[in-house]
């Protein structure tokens, strides 16, 4: 079995960070019994959200949110959108995805 690897198909910037916790993400959402929120590292600034797409089972679409403060001290989030290829991971078993998730997703257009 190859490699478990990410290709940003659609979006501006992936850090290896970025794609190693995608990765990590994954392999969570496949023995989750509900899938769908916000993932991320404890203490990090950045949250993913992911969903596969329906006709390709390697294709997710992804989005980190990242809260920051800006020189005034206000608190931002931004958020980036991305399409995203895996390989040598095995495809996730269907299962719930819950509303939020559906949502999530739909209001950013993907």
Same mark, same amino acid.
């Given at each position: ?18 794609k190693s916790n995608?990765?990590?993400?994954i392999e ?6 509900? %899938?769908?929120?916000?993932?991320? +590292? =404890?203490r990090?600034?950045? *949250? ?5 797409? $329906?006709?390709? #089972? ?9 809260t920051y %403060?800006?020189?005034?001290?206000? +608190? =931002?989030?931004?958020?980036? *959108? ?5 390989? $040598?991971?095995d #495809? ?13 997703f ?5």
């Amino acid at each position: 079995m190859t490699r478990p690897s990410v290709t940003m198909i659609e979006g501006l910037h992936l850090t290896a960070a970025d794609k190693s916790n995608i990765l990590g993400c994954i392999e969570f959402m496949r023995y989750a019994a509900k %899938r769908g929120g916000w993932m991320g +590292r =404890r203490r990090s600034i950045k *949250r993913y959200a992911l969903a596969p797409m $329906g006709s390709d #089972p390697a294709r997710y679409r992804v989005i980190i949110g990242e809260t920051y %403060r800006t020189d005034a001290g206000q +608190r =931002r989030i931004r958020q980036s *959108r991305f399409l995203i290829e895996v390989r $040598g991971v095995d #495809p996730l078993p269907p299962g719930d995805w819950s509303d939020g998730q559906r949502d999530l997703f739909t209001e950013a257009g993907a």
